[in-house]
């Protein structure tokens, strides 16, 4: 089961999983051309090992160790992770309006500050 990346990372964005990920599965990186459009980052499902290394590097606890795990507030944002792929316009469009979507939805959620949201899911 992959990681998957949720709503805190919106607002925040900071890449220290990028920094910490062995394979490299976390994208946009801050140098891929997509970064500055992209509203959040998203983990590759199938080329995520498993390791857990991002989880404790979030600061703000956005990343989940597995769809299972994704709290029902989140479950729409498994899906944006799944169809982000770097050089594809279409996918990273597909990604970002299921986010654009989540935020429209989550109104309680985006107020909150992006540290307190995980505690809200
Ligand atoms: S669990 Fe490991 S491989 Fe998967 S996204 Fe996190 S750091 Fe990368
Ligand atoms: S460490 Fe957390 S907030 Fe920062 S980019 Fe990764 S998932 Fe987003």
Redesign the pocket.
């Known amino acids: 089961m992959p990681f998957v990346?949720t709503d805190?990372?919106i607002g925040?964005?900071?890449?220290?999983?990028?920094d910490v990920c062995p394979v490299d599965c976390?994208h946009p990186r801050k140098d891929a051309p997509e970064f500055e459009a992209a509203t959040?980052?998203y983990i590759h499902p199938e080329e995520c090992i498993d390791c857990g290394a991002?989880v404790p590097?979030?600061?703000?606890t956005?990343?989940y160790d597995s769809v299972d795990s994704v709290p029902s507030s989140q479950k729409d944002l498994i899906e944006a992770n799944q169809v982000y792929r770097n050089g594809d316009a279409a996918a990273m469009a597909a990604a970002e309006a299921i986010v654009q979507a989540h935020i429209g939805a989550r109104a309680d959620l985006m107020q909150l500050d992006?540290n307190e949201r995980q505690a809200a899911h």
């Open positions: 990346i805190p990372c925040t964005k900071d890449t220290a999983c990028v976390i959040m980052l991002c590097a979030c600061p703000v956005a990343i992006p």
